[in-house]
């Protein structure tokens, strides 16, 4: 007597073609503590998904680029937090389509495009999903020129990024320490800033969010009218003007309700400029206390968010 198996409960290898793909561990994401153990539990979850996989570890920049450069073709699975995206952003080479299995502590990028956390469950989006783009900024201080994915932070926020020393942003505890300590001088900033073709104008403030994803920082939902891949980025201005202040927008900053505090504004804008010099970070990263010119790219990056019907 034989038995018939559906077809839809046969291991995805079974029923299609592998797909080939090149997943990347990022040895130094704040969630991988072993990063060989992580690139063995990835290629299992990714065989399982129908891929055919070539799995490697890449700490050096150097490292991440050649693994890249050598894609031919394959999507390119990235294995890590939000620091991965930010990397294979500033790479400077044609990128190819991307997944994401996020291994991260915050995972704002990953959260913000609702891939799953579990590694098996966010295998399978990587392998099988349909890619989206995904805007990005292109950030022009003085003498650099940054790509940030989650966004740019000036202000009281970005000085207390610059206070922080550890490696990736896992050191929670540390961060907070230097945000409290940044608080407890509370900079004010009057600063010029100018949205699209409109005149430049004054604004007072401690902090700017500038962004094309919800999500920055700690999870922070500083811009939940966010569209990732509609071309256009969001200018949230916070007023504070005290410690108590600046804590209660921080708080409601979580679930993204500072937006109906008094002193608190929105704009929409795809070019802006920041005319007068502010403490600066891009993606968790300083660029010191400058000016700065940020444009929207348009779907910068292009990434498997839902599984194909």
Do not use: C, K
Not at 289 to 295: I, S
């Amino acid at each position: 007597m034989s038995t018939t198996i559906a077809p839809d409960l046969l291991p995805l290898h079974a029923t299609r073609s592998p797909l080939p793909v090149l997943a990347v561990v990022n040895s130094r994401a704040s969630g991988v503590r072993d990063a060989e153990a992580q690139r063995l539990e990835v290629h299992a979850a990714l065989t399982e998904a129908g891929a055919s996989a070539e799995t490697v570890s890449t700490g050096a920049l150097t490292e991440l680029r050649g693994a890249l450069e050598r894609a031919d073709g394959r999507r390119v699975i990235l294995v890590g937090g939000d620091g991965a995206l930010h990397a294979v952003a500033n790479l400077g080479i044609r990128l190819p389509d991307l997944g994401l299995i996020p291994v991260g502590r915050a995972n704002n990028i990953a959260r913000a495009l609702g891939l799953p956390i579990d590694v098996r469950e966010a295998a399978r989006v990587a392998v099988r999903g349909t890619v989206r783009p995904l805007d990005a900024l292109l950030v022009e201080t003085g003498d650099r020129r940054v790509i940030a994915v989650e966004g740019v932070s000036a202000g009281f926020q970005a000085a207390g990024r610059a206070r922080y020393r550890a490696e990736n942003s896992g050191a929670v505890a540390q961060g907070a320490m230097a945000l409290v300590a940044t608080l407890a001088e509370l900079p004010h900033y009057t600063t010029r800033l100018s949205l699209d073709d409109e005149p430049a104008a004054t604004v007072d403030l401690e902090q700017l969010f500038l962004s094309t994803l919800p999500l920055f920082a700690f999870g922070l939902r500083v811009n939940p009218l966010a569209d990732v891949g509609d071309g256009v980025a969001e200018a949230i201005a916070l007023r504070a003007p005290t410690r108590r202040r600046a804590v209660r927008l921080l708080l409601a900053a979580r679930t993204g309700r500072h937006l109906v505090f008094d002193g608190v504004t929105l704009r929409r804008w795809r070019r802006a400029r920041l005319i007068d010099p502010m403490p600066l970070a891009a993606d968790g990263e300083p660029l010191g206390t400058t000016t700065a010119r940020l444009t929207v790219l348009p779907g910068a990056l292009a990434v498997a968010t839902a599984i194909e019907g």
